[in-house]
């Protein structure tokens, strides 16, 4: 697969959780393609979790940032103290073919 923020253009966030990009397919033409990252990452006592079963992390935090292919935000811990985080959505999204997904 393709990392999906070298292989993207236009890539933002919105409502906090909605990623947006215009996405190259095999033939190189642009897509516009979203997803929901609160379909696939979590808040884990104020950390971002990534993968099959985590959702709703936008729930618990705030100030989320999309920046060089990161999310940046700030997630309430278990003592409901406010707790920076970042986590490289490289390493979990992939392009597939002009369509943002996770890559499990």
């Known amino acids: ?3 999906f ?3 993207c253009k ?8 909605i990623l947006f ?7 190189g033409r ?3 393609s979203v997803l ?11 950390q971002f979790v990534c993968g099959r079963g985590n959702t709703n992390y936008s729930h618990s935090g705030k100030d989320f940032q999309f920046k ?13 103290r406010s707790q920076p985080s970042t986590i490289n959505l490289d390493e979990y999204i992939s ?7 996770f890559a499990w």
């Open 95 to 101: 392009n597939d073919n002009g369509v943002l997904k």
């Open 5 to 7: 923020s070298k292989s």
């Open 21 to 27: 990009a215009q996405a190259t397919d095999m033939t």
């Open 68 to 80: 060089d292919g990161h999310l940046s935000g700030h997630l309430t811990d278990m003592r409901g």
């Open 36 to 46: 929901d990252l609160d379909t696939g990452i979590s808040n884990n006592n104020g």
């Open 30 to 32: 642009q897509k516009d």
């Open 1 to 3: 697969f393709m990392s």
């Open 10 to 17: 236009g890539i933002g966030l919105r409502d906090g959780h």
